[in-house]
């Protein structure tokens, strides 16, 4: 059931007040996290081979087959669970649908309750307004 056009306005208002309040949460928001179907299939594939060393370095009493064949299963499996790498520009999308790079972090930070003051100060002067 499509959105009504209230409702797709309300969503837009709401999408740019996030972009405005936390640009980080925002670009990770849009950025997909979804992994392809083909890291899965590298994931058990490499985890499949990963056993199959496993069992067979039990079955002929090779240790260092059975260590291999757990090494090549463990990275498999973690491969399939990390997150997938970014491609493509980073950003944040403005209002009027510009996409504008993230700003850099600063190589010293602040600590976080400093950090924190300030957010908080700043969405207390915006409301104010």
């Given amino acids: 059931m499509p959105l009504s056009e209230y409702e797709q306005r309300v969503l ?3 999408e740019r007040q996030l972009a405005s309040d936390d640009p980080r949460l925002a670009s990770t928001m ?3 996290g979804r992994s392809s ?11 499949v081979v990963g ?5 067979g370095g039990a079955a002929l009493s090779q240790v260092w087959l ?27 999308v403005g209002s009027d649908g ?3 790079r ?9 600590p976080l309750m400093t950090r924190l003051e300030e957010r908080w100060e700043r969405r207390r002067d915006e409301r104010g307004r």
Avoid: C, D, N
């Fill in 102 to 110: 993230a700003p850099r972090r600063p190589s010293k930070r602040q």
């Fill in 12 to 14: 837009e208002q709401m």
């Fill in 51 to 55: 056993l199959l060393a496993l069992v």
């Fill in 66 to 92: 059975g260590v291999v064949g757990f090494l090549v299963m463990f990275a498999a499996v973690a491969y399939g669970f990390s997150p997938p790498r970014r491609s493509g520009p980073q950003g944040v």
């Fill in 30 to 32: 849009q950025t997909g």
């Fill in 37 to 47: 179907a083909s890291h899965w299939v590298i994931a058990g594939i490499g985890a």
């Fill in 98 to 100: 510009s996409v504008s």
